[in-house]
């Protein structure tokens, strides 16, 4: 397999250079308004809900293999090319769809640092034109090994000492302060780790150097030896933390995508 062509958190001048590659695929997954009004050159525009189901109020699971492969074939992915994500707002979106690429064992893909806030502000070129790209013939599945978690397998692990659950909510939401399901809280034994300690908001929300991103791991007491099952409200702002934990080299993850849109609607899930 060839080496990647990009490392997986890009910076803008490192993709300004590889632009107009052939075996480069920019997915843009900003608002439709955000993509017309100007984008990335050569990139193409996929809708968020189309890689991401729908529970009651908010978006979560995975949807159907064949909604999935219908979404990414029309992008024109393939399994030879590499994949470069990134969205108007903090990349949280653009994560997700990084981590749908593990799901089925898609080789090679890049987060743009800062996304495409960072990328305007250091001056990089944007286009309107609407890009598509020919569709891709390649057969997507699911893969066995899936870093994903549905509830059942989590509440089979709450008390499993090798497994921590990765909360990346606000920690009112956490604390059950703030409710945006039936119940408020948290899955018992989760850890607290709020997306937003991930990101530089003064510098386009770009993702904290490798150290900084360290030491706030540790100091939250996250474990790398476990298993770390990230989660949030609806696997949004959590696919961020997993591609944070991912590019730390971090080796035993998994992402619950139902999350507390699920867990807290769920009467019969216990909670802290």
């Keep these: 397999m060839p080496e990647p062509i990009l490392p997986l958190i890009a910076e803008p001048a490192e993709l300004r250079h590889r632009l107009g590659d052939p075996t480069l695929l920019i997915v843009d997954l900003s608002s439709a308004d955000s993509y017309n009004s100007y984008h990335l050159p050569g990139a193409v525009h996929l809708e968020y809900s189309r890689i991401a189901g729908e529970l009651p109020h908010h978006p979560g699971p995975i949807p159907d293999k064949l909604v999935l492969a219908q979404a990414l074939t029309e992008i024109g992915l393939t399994s030879d090319r590499h994949v470069v994500a990134y969205d108007d707002g903090d990349n949280a979106q653009a994560c997700r769809l990084l981590w749908t690429l593990d799901l089925i064992g898609h080789p090679h893909y890049s987060l743009l640092n800062s996304g495409l806030g960072g990328w305007t502000a250091e001056g990089h070129p944007v286009e309107q034109e609407e890009r ?44 059950g302060e703030e409710l945006r399901a039936q119940r408020g809280g948290h899955i018992p034994g989760a850890i607290n780790l709020d997306h937003r300690l991930l990101l530089d908001s003064e510098h386009s929300n770009r993702l904290r150097p490798a150290a900084e991103l360290r030491a706030i791991v540790q100091q939250a007491g996250i474990d790398g030896n476990k298993e770390l099952i990230c989660h949030c409200q609806s696997h949004r702002r959590s696919a961020l933390v997993y591609i944070a934990l991912k590019s730390l080299g971090f080796k035993h993850l998994k992402a619950y995508p139902g999350s507390w849109a699920e867990w807290g609607n769920n009467l019969d899930a216990p909670i802290e």
Excluded: C, K, M
Excluded at 147 to 162: S, T
């Design 132 to 175: 598509r790209h020919a569709p891709g013939t390649d057969q997507f599945e699911y893969v066995a090994d899936a870093p994903v978690a549905d509830i059942l397998y989590i509440l089979q692990h709450l008390n499993d000492p090798n497994v921590s659950i990765i909360d990346a909510r606000t920690p009112q939401e956490y604390r």
